[in-house]
Nanobody, 119 residues
């Protein structure tokens, strides 16, 4: 069983920064694609940023140039550095792990961490 535990959420003013971390248990981390998703009230969950097991990254257009995803395979962690935060970034952020060839069969979610951007 794989467990994903997020940390680092909180309240920040517009223009500020936060760093989210996701710690993965189990031995699958190095072979899985990782991602950060978010869900705002009344909206669908959306992909924010992803990173493959090989290190290739992709970002939602809304966060390009502001957010950076990274992974440390030695520590089984994936991080999301969020800069220049906006009120519309307010959401619950979820860490996700997906098998690269069977993403609809083998996938895991963290419990989520709240990010609130407000003056």
């Amino acid at each position: 069983q794989v467990q994903l535990v997020e940390s680092g959420g909180g309240l920040v003013q517009p223009g500020g920064s936060l760093r989210l971390s996701c710690a993965a248990s189990g031995s699958i981390f190095n072979n899985y694609n990782m991602g950060w998703y978010r869900q705002a009230p009344g909206k669908q969950r959306e992909l924010v940023a992803g990173i493959t097991f090989g290190g290739t990254t992709n970002y939602a257009d809304s966060v390009k140039g502001r957010f950076t995803i990274s992974r440390d395979n030695a520590k089984n962690t994936v991080n999301l550095q969020m800069d220049s935060l906006k009120s519309e970034d307010t959401a619950v952020y979820y860490c996700n792990a997906k098998h690269p060839r069977l993403p609809n069969v083998y996938y895991y979610w963290g419990q989520g961490t709240q990010v609130s951007v407000s003056a």
